[in-house]
């Protein structure tokens, strides 16, 4: 029946039906219609994949609140009409924050927050990005868990969330408290461990966007101050050194507050045989002013750049440089693998990965592999905070996160491309991911069909049947998958 109402649905769905209601309601200050209009400009040319510019919606929505959200969600289900939200746009993933002839809902206007001091509760709406709400709560002593990088936008938080700080406090979205969210349907509810706790269970990273849109959130924050931090670069070929360093400190760090990423970047220009086309970035992060030797197997191993030292949280959160998530963007995809560290696979997915970026030259632009490490710390944090969709097995074992960078499709054309992807496909897919361990929400492609290696997965498709019965969600934006 579903499939049937949003099939004739389809066959009238009249976006501009759903334009003219909105801007005949919410006004020209909170909807744009031009393409020449800036505010539509800047919405449509801010994802951080330049691929998804290329989609033109036929109006753009920007809600002030819940209100605005709910009635733009009736408007378009009663015209049929196709839609995205977005907030910063920084998932790579066609359809699941842009749309093509549809209404766009672009909620970075929604910038409120707040903070209690008798609770210790930070209250933020989804509009702000990670660098700016660290800055506010940085008044108060205090911070949330979030991303690593400046200017990406809240909704990483529904797909997860790592954080610097994920070790000693758990996943962004463990630290939810509350939830205000527009249903499918337009009514506003909230989402809670006693209100609608099955609605708050699929929201704590099982499918973003898919049971409906979070339009407030409320954390418990954490005391930050100053922090030791920086970048280890290297050049050449140190890979082997790099790596059971990687492997070394997934396995045995035992200090939560020492957080590291490795960011191995290789540049489509000829290696010669002497490495010149590799660069190593290690992110080493310490939530406090005195390491100890937590990084020592970093710091031992020949380097370029050696940039650690007492830095703010908004500092870190700008490492290496700011503008970060601004300066990258191109035609960006992302994959992910997910792997224990007490094997060869930490290994094996590095050579595939670096055999593939030597075998492809002239295909991309530039290619990265991060390892993220899940240590028992965090895993351990997760489950005392009620856990999350993923249900994350104790840890140690890690997330291996691909990105891989294209010519502009103008540029290559649409059949070079798709080999390109597949190729690259492939080889992420010949390192098999370990059993019983969860794919990352915010570093999987869609193909990859992350929620399925959720232990949740049959529990997070009864909520979405829930809180979706009708399909609208599902029929009329992208995003992940539940059938």
Not at 91 to 101: A, G, L, R
Not at 174 to 189: A, K, N, Q, T, W
Not at 247 to 267: G, Q, S
Request: proline share 5%; glycine share 10%; charged share 20%.
């Amino acid at each position: 029946m579903t499939s049937l109402v949003y099939g004739l649905l389809g066959a009238l769905e009249d976006p501009s039906a759903a334009c003219q209601n909105l801007t005949a309601s919410l006004g020209i200050e909170r909807t744009a219609t031009s393409k020449l209009d800036l505010r539509y400009i800047n919405s449509r040319n801010s994802y951080w994949n330049t691929k998804l510019d290329a989609y033109a919606p036929a109006c753009i929505v920007y809600p002030q609140d819940a209100q605005d959200v709910s009635f733009a969600l009736k408007v378009v289900r009663e015209t049929g009409s196709r839609f995205a939200i977005k907030a910063a746009g920084h998932n790579t993933n066609d359809f699941f924050s842009s749309v093509d002839d549809g209404v766009l809902i672009d909620l970075t206007r929604m910038t409120g927050k707040s903070f209690d001091e008798s609770t210790t509760l930070a209250t933020y709406e989804p509009g702000s990005s990670w660098g700016d709400l660290y800055e506010y709560y940085l008044q108060y002593d205090r911070t949330v868990v979030g991303g690593r990088v400046y200017d990406v936008g809240t909704g990483l938080a529904l797909g997860g969330g790592m954080s610097y700080l994920s070790s000693q406090y758990g996943m962004a979205c463990d630290g939810f408290r509350e939830l205000e969210v527009v249903l499918p349907s337009g009514d506003i509810v909230t989402a809670s461990s006693t209100v609608n706790p099955d609605l708050f269970f699929g929201l704590r990273g099982g499918g973003g966007n898919a049971y409906g849109v979070v339009t407030k959130y409320t954390v418990q924050s954490r005391p930050i101050g100053t922090l030791y931090a920086g970048n280890v670069l290297y050049i050449l070929d140190h890979h082997e050194a790099i790596l059971n360093a990687t492997r070394d400190f997934i396995l045995y760090n035992e200090d939560p507050k020492a957080a590291i990423l490795m960011n191995f970047n290789v540049l489509t220009t000829p290696d010669l045989d002497l490495g010149l086309d590799q660069a190593c970035l290690m992110f080493l992060v310490y939530d406090g002013e005195d390491p100890g030797d937590a990084f020592a197997n970093f710091t031992a191993i020949p380097h370029l750049l050696n940039t650690l030292g007492p830095k703010t949280y908004t500092q870190v959160a700008n490492l290496p440089i700011p503008k970060l998530a601004v300066l990258s963007r191109a035609d960006n995809v992302f994959r992910v693998g997910v792997h224990r560290a007490d094997d060869d696979s930490y290994r094996t997915a590095f050579d595939r990965f670096y055999r593939w970026a030597q075998d492809n030259k002239g295909d991309y632009t530039y290619v990265h592999m991060d390892y993220n490490p899940v240590p028992r710390s965090l895993t351990d944090a997760s489950g005392a905070q009620g856990g999350n969709a993923m249900e994350m097995p104790d840890g140690p074992w890690f997330w291996a996160e691909y990105t891989l960078t294209t010519p502009p499709l103008a540029l290559i054309g649409a059949k070079k491309y798709g080999e390109i992807q597949a190729s690259f496909r492939a080889m992420v897919e010949g390192t098999p991911d370990a059993p019983g361990l969860p794919l990352f929400l915010n570093e999987a492609h869609a193909d990859q069909d992350a929620l399925k290696t959720f232990a949740s997965y049959p529990r997070l498709q009864q909520i979405k049947r829930k809180y979706d019965p009708d399909g609208f969600f599902a029929a009329k934006t992208g995003g992940w998958s539940f059938s």
